[in-house]
């Protein structure tokens, strides 16, 4: 297999991962309005989103544990499975209208925690099915994909469908895991996956294999370098998510029923940054590209901070939008080419983690600094942050050695 060619096995992951994508893009709207419909109390509804988020903090680590000790293939399909009945027996529950705050609770922090084992493996499995030199545009074109699915069919759907019948785009969400389950059985065994699941003979106690994961992420000095910068970056990233409504609104002046195209601009350039990733990486080489993306964000940042008009604002939203999508590919596809391939699900996990810990630091700072000194500081203090990470990044990044083995022992 070429770089050129992806291959069989990486489509079947790709119509996988786009097929649940645009169900959860059906179903993470749909639970909010239903929540809606059972309780106008905001902290109930409210509370439906925090524990649809703190499974991959409570159990990401154990998940990344889990994808290396089990076949991945399997692992995949076996959560989506299970995806597939926890969601079709909500659907039920919604359309014999039993679905009560506690049910509604329960799915929410089901879903989001076998979701954690799915992402792991997924992480770990694209190795296998794909040259290494081709990781940066295979990872691009999965998060293409679903950014599509997602952001352009699925969530405008989602009010359709539930307006149609509440219980229609959770049953929608049912066939897709259903359908992404089928398509994962259907890949071939990759050779590196038999070998990997042999991590099954090294099995230790679960807390001693978390920390030789991470121990290993904290010992390969570039990875974490990247690692923290992601996370150093995500602390901006969710402060301007907390605002990016308000500060459209009022300080850009973006009219409200032309929000939703305002932020299509961000779609737009993330599938964009997506499908450039691989380009990127081939040109400059993935470390270098990754500091030549923090740069083009935080010049992005900074014309959105500075920005008065829709037009503009957009654009650079655009522009900035990209690049997360561009690091994010990056990113995963260095990690996947220089972690050992019986240690990926753990140091994947690992990075994940370091990552998700910011964001609600991020987006509580951002929602007290506008509420006291308005939008326009806050935009300000997130592009000071990307331009302290990118110096930090150009400083500090060095291309590590490619790995001669990708065996366990390999470090």
């Known amino acids: 297999m070429t770089s050129t060619a992806l291959g069989r096995d990486f489509r079947l992951l790709w119509s996988a991962a786009v097929s649940s994508r645009f169900g959860d893009a059906l179903r993470t709207p749909a639970l909010a309005l239903l929540a809606a419909t059972v309780t106008r109390d905001p902290r109930v509804i409210a509370a439906v989103t925090v524990v649809g988020q703190l499974p991959p903090l409570l159990f990401g680590l154990l998940g990344g544990v889990y994808a290396d000790r089990w076949d991945r293939r399997r692992t995949m399909a076996m959560v989506d499975g299970v995806r597939a009945v926890v969601v079709a027996a909500l659907a039920a529950a919604v359309a014999l209208h039993r679905a009560s705050v506690l049910v509604l609770l329960a799915a929410a922090f089901l879903l989001a925690a076998l979701g954690t084992l799915f992402d792991s493996a997924s992480f770990a499995l694209l190795p296998a099915l794909v040259p290494p030199d081709a990781l940066p ?148 080489g993935t470390v270098p590209a990754l500091c030549a993306v923090l740069t083009a964000q935080t010049v992005a940042l900074t014309g959105f901070a500075l920005a008065r008009h829709p037009v503009p604002g957009a654009i650079a939203l655009a522009v900035f939008a990209g690049g997360t999508v561009m690091w994010n590919s990056l990113w995963a596809s260095y990690g996947q080419r220089h972690v050992p391939a019986g240690l990926l699900g753990r140091v994947g996990a690992a990075q994940r983690m370091v990552g998700l810990l910011t964001a609600p630091v991020g987006a509580v700072l951002a929602g007290l600094a506008a509420a006291a000194y308005g939008t326009v500081p806050v935009t300000g203090a997130a592009a000071g942050t990307f331009a302290l990470v990118t110096v930090a990044a150009w400083r500090t990044l060095r291309p590590a050695a490619r790995p001669a083995s990708r065996t366990v022992g390999a470090a």
């Open 137 to 284: 545009r295979a990872n691009g074109r999965l998060q293409a994909g679903t950014a599509v699915a997602g952001g352009f069919i699925g969530a405008p759907a989602a009010g359709v469908l539930f307006a149609t019948a509440p219980a229609l785009p959770f049953a929608v969400d049912a066939v897709t895991f259903a359908v992404a389950a089928v398509l994962v059985l259907a890949l071939a065994p990759a050779p590196a996956a038999r070998a990997d699941s042999g991590a099954g003979a090294r099995r230790g106690a679960v807390w001693a294999e978390i920390v030789e994961g991470v121990r290993w992420l904290r010992g390969h000095k570039t990875l974490w370098r990247v690692t923290l910068l992601s996370a150093a970056s995500n602390l901006a990233i969710s402060g301007i998510i907390a605002v990016q409504v308000l500060y459209a609104l009022d300080v850009l002046r973006v009219p409200p029923a032309g929000y939703g195209l305002f932020a299509a601009a961000a779609i737009l350039g993330g599938v964009a940054g997506a499908l450039g990733a691989g380009r990127l990486a081939v040109r400059l």
